[in-house]
């Protein structure tokens, strides 16, 4: 399903926002965000901040961006436990041509030091897939939240890459979403957290 995203928020506000929900509290130094959903009973294990890549707009307004947003997450429910990158797709611009970020047959790729890891949406409702509370903020009312299928061996990689940016396939063309903020380090402690790197 394809909602729209709008909203007339200016840029300094989208950056003070931002920080707000990619900052961890005071004193909170622990290297996950880890609760249990208590309306699905799934545990949830959640990088404490999420990768931000954001393309320029200036075609449509001046300091304009498109942003997407994914954090690494493991869903345990009774011990079958599942991976995702769960984010949010946002923007500075209100779309009122009807415009979508994603549309339907849209392909988000990550790119890890030149390997492109292709991220299938995952199927089933977030309630269904045991996510009734998401693991991070929704950066505005009209961030579309999306959930995508990942992998230990491919989180291990994205967490430990030097060069990171995405490419989102719309209509067949590339559009580039470089790095914006920085959140390997968030992988990585996951990624050791939940011991992925072992054999």
Known sequence: MIRRLRTRAAPAWSLALLAAITTPAPGDDKPVREYLDEQTAATITAAV?????????TDLAVN?????????IEVNRGGVRHYYWFGYLWSTIDRR???TLLAQGDQVVLLADGRPIRLQAATG???????ARAPISRPGR???AVLLQADPGSL????????????????GQNQDYPLWRDAREAVRRLVTYLTLDSP
């Open 156 to 171: 291990s990689f994205v967490g430990h890459a030097t060069d990171l940016s995405l490419v989102l396939i719309h209509d």
């Open 142 to 144: 009209a961030a579309v």
């Open 64 to 72: 304009a961006r498109d942003y997407v947003s994914l954090a690494p």
């Open 97 to 99: 041509d009807g415009e």
């Open 49 to 57: 901040e999420p990768l931000v890549f954001a393309r320029e707009r």
């Open 125 to 131: 409702s977030l309630r269904e897939l045991g996510i």
